[in-house]
């Protein structure tokens, strides 16, 4: 981290010790080798287990397995989640929890759970968080918007490329994009929006408009009062709609790194935008990811994209989904 002075804005007091020590936690893999961690994310869109390697400030997916169970649906206008969703949540992390243990060889101690800014508006955090130890006997932790940014940052972007580089991160509630500022400090804002988020909200129009032209009306109201970025050379992404975008251009041949251009996301809208796909197995991938993910919120989130991207004029610059990029990273290099 030569050159950059790591200077925050107001953080939790937690969040603010880990940045101190970035540094320190960085250069300490290097003197006690493999690092090895199972890690149980909670998002708006799934909950997702992962095995995650640390090694010489390289880190790198080893497994992944996820149920999207669509935890931002179970949300209610108050904040409040649904029982039945809570029920949903604490079983697939469950289910998860044991993969790691058994299959992966992932020690308990070794092993965290945390939701992400999506759930972390929630009401009733005491019932998902007594729920979940009652199942697992682990404890749940949960991070806001700007620890979730911070995280994803580190866990998307080349350490190398930190300065001239900005991360946006589409999840299913919500939209985070940071930067590090011409004062070496990281800064970050929120679009309220997500895959799932987007889709709920053009559910609910009552009009007789098409279900892209209303997710675009959505997304159009949301980004009137947008901020304003800091102009980098690269955009890393992350998100399910971006690893859905660059799997399709790929053909599922994903490489480290995968180079993105408007027409891949119109590729998506335009492909999911059709009548419903004949699908009896998962052989191609358009069909592999409409049984992943669902016609409708691959349209909303490569729309979400889409227009997100354009609003900052980052079609105007490099533009790289990270395939093992995910804030997780983040938080396991931080914790």
């Known amino acids: 981290m030569q050159g950059i002075v790591l200077c925050f804005k107001p953080l939790p007091k937690g969040a603010f010790r880990a940045l101190l020590f970035l540094c320190i936690l960085l250069c300490q893999s290097t003197l006690f080798g493999l690092e090895r961690y199972g890690a149980i994310e909670i998002g708006g869109k799934g909950v997702k287990g992962y095995v995650v390697e640390l090694e010489q400030n390289q880190a790198h997916i080893r497994y992944r397995d996820s149920y999207n169970t669509a935890p931002q649906s179970g949300i209610d206008s108050n904040f409040i989640l649904s029982q039945e969703m809570i029920n949903h949540i604490s079983d697939d992390v ?16 070794e092993l965290f759970i945390i939701a ?3 759930l972390n508006k929630i009401q009733n955090k005491p019932a998902l968080e007594a729920s979940i130890e009652s199942k697992t006997h682990l404890k749940l932790s949960f991070i806001d918007e700007r620890q979730e940014s911070m995280y994803a940052f580190y866990g998307s972007v080349p350490k190398a490329q930190w300065r ?5 991160d589409i999840g299913g509630g919500n939209t985070k994009v940071a930067w590090i500022d011409e004062k070496n ?5 929120e679009i309220p ?15 007789n ?3 892209e032209a209303n997710c675009l009306s959505v997304i159009q109201n949301t980004l009137t009062p947008f901020p ?8 890393y992404t992350s998100g399910g709609i971006f690893w859905a975008t660059a799997y399709l251009k790929t053909n599922g041949n994903l490489e480290s790194f995968v180079h993105l251009q408007k027409e891949d996301f119109e590729r998506v809208i335009s492909t999911f935008s059709r009548e419903p796909m004949h699908c009896s197995d998962d052989a191609t991938p358009n069909c592999f990811l409409l049984h992943y993910y669902g016609a409708k919120n691959l349209v909303a989130g490569a729309i979400l994209a889409k227009e997100s991207i354009e609003k900052l004029h980052f079609f105007d610059h490099e533009i790289y989904f ?13 914790r």
């Open 185 to 189: 400090r990281l800064d970050f804002f």
């Open 116 to 118: 992400s800014s999506a």
């Open 322 to 334: 990270a395939k093992d990029g995910t804030w997780v990273i983040g938080w396991l290099m931080m």
């Open 209 to 211: 408009a098409s279900f």
């Open 228 to 235: 304003t970025a800091a102009s980098k050379e690269t955009l």
């Open 193 to 207: 929006l997500g895959t799932v988020s987007t889709t709920q909200r053009a559910d609910m129009l009552e009009n």
């Open 94 to 109: 469950a289910r998860l929890k044991k993969a790691l243990l058994k299959d992966q060889n992932i020690s308990e101690k």
């Open 164 to 168: 001239t580089s900005s991360m946006m």
